[in-house]
């Protein structure tokens, strides 16, 4: 369904992008008219919303644990979300998730993310 990709090992202070598409077309008109969302899950730690955006590109939300580093974005030609990784620390070092949610709204809610891509695994070497 969804497909997130980018993930790999980087140095601290190093950047990253993540993409995440979806893998068939009645899932790309998911991406377009729904809010998405980056998640992450460390090993041992409960899964955690990184970013939000809403369905136009024009709202969006960062954790405060990621605020000024990590940037969400969309193409809404290509039904594409981004997640622009800067700044990297190893406490970022997770398996990072992206999930669109029900509405078209930016939200923070957990309960209304529902479809899931796989992950991909991002490592920040000190």
């Known amino acids: 369904q969804l497909q997130a990709c980018g993930g790999g090992l980087v140095q601290a202070g190093g950047s990253l992008r993540l993409s995440c598409a979806a893998s068939?077309?009645?899932?790309?008109?998911?991406?377009?008219?729904?809010?998405m969302g980056w998640f992450r899950q460390a090993p041992g730690k409960e899964r955690e919303l990184v970013a939000a955006i809403n369905w136009s590109g024009t709202d969006t939300y960062s954790a405060d644990s990621v605020k000024g580093r990590f940037t969400i974005s969309r193409d809404r030609v290509t039904n594409t979300v981004y997640l622009q990784m800067n700044n990297l620390k190893p406490e970022d070092t997770a398996v990072y998730y992206c999930a669109s949610a029900s509405g078209s709204a930016a939200t923070t809610d957990r309960s209304r993310f529902r479809s899931w891509g796989q992950g991909t695994l991002v490592t920040v070497s000190s």
């Open positions: 068939e077309a009645k899932f790309r008109r998911t991406i377009s008219n729904n809010g």
